[in-house]
């Protein structure tokens, strides 16, 4: 990339382009995400019916190059099922270089790609932007936090995977007494419940500071299996006002993360 940078607002280079699809497709239930340029990385936001809300974040580190103007906000509403396609535009099986330059607010997304066994070719795709949604605030600092759980994300993936697809709400019931953490699922005819120990080979740390009973939509919980597919990690947390944070750490062959969370809030009591 040349040293003009300072007539856009944003620019960035990455070695591999797969690794930022993968973590957008992880995310991608919505067709557009806010997309956010900081000096400390990029973050793109999906919102869930004001339910959910789902974020990507891709530390600065994780590029070879990356440049924020400081004396700007880049900020923008943008397709993110057509920048996955762009992305992934010369297949599954072949990874590219990329990069990315955003002039100006109002200006275009340009993507930059070249396949890695392929020198000589290259493909540059332009893609709008809009002005961007406000995004929902779900966490309010004056809310303790009640418990935190740290899981396996293959194991936390698979229970997931293994609850009956006919239910629809899913409770959690924490407690700092044995069994620890129950989970219970409700269908139109049917009830089951998982318990979880904190003694469990699943578990990494569980704290807890007094017992709560958590509803969801189980749909909503489902959203965050692909995120989970690419993770090593889970951190679950709960507010005493029920919300919901899944946080997921992906650790590249690098060393260097990314991460996922995931924002849901509580079904109301009957």
């Known amino acids: 990339m040349d040293d003009g940078t300072s007539q856009y607002y944003f620019t960035a280079c990455m070695d591999s382009g797969k690794t930022l699809y993968n973590i957008l497709k992880s995310i991608q239930f919505q067709e557009c995400a806010v997309f956010c340029a900081m000096q400390e990385g990029l973050k793109l936001t999906v919102e869930e019916g004001k339910c959910v809300q789902a974020s990507a974040y891709i530390p600065s580190d994780n590029f070879t190059e990356y440049h924020v103007r400081e004396d700007v ?7 993110i099922s057509v920048l996955t396609e762009c992305l992934n535009i010369f297949g599954a099986n072949e ?3 990329l990069k990315m330059y955003y002039r100006c607010e109002g200006s275009p997304l340009l993507l930059v790609l070249q396949p890695q066994s392929m020198i000589n070719v290259m493909t540059d ?3 709008a932007t809009q002005i961007a949604d406000s995004i929902l605030e779900l966490r309010d600092e004056d809310v ?5 759980l740290v899981l396996k994300a293959s194991a936390f ?3 997931l995977a293994d609850l009956e697809r006919s239910c ?6 924490l407690s700092p007494e044995h069994p620890n953490v129950s989970i219970i699922t409700y269908g139109m005819q049917d009830r089951s419940c998982i318990d979880v ?3 469990s080979d699943m578990v990494q740390s569980f704290s807890c500071r007094q017992a709560i009973r958590l509803k969801y939509q189980l749909y909503h919980l489902r959203l965050t299996m692909k995120a989970l597919a690419i993770s090593s990690k889970v951190v679950l947390r709960s507010s005493s006002n029920g919300l919901l944070l899944i946080q997921l750490k992906l650790e590249k062959e690098d060393q260097r993360q990314m991460f996922t969370e995931f924002f849901i809030l509580p079904l109301l009591d009957d």
């Open 157 to 159: 993936m698979g229970l």
């Open 168 to 173: 629809d709400t899913i409770e959690i019931n």
């Open 144 to 148: 303790p936090e009640v418990a935190k």
């Open 197 to 199: 120990p904190k003694s």
């Open 125 to 127: 795709c332009e893609i």
């Open 73 to 79: 906000d880049v900020l923008f509403k943008i397709n």
């Open 95 to 97: 990874d590219s270089s």
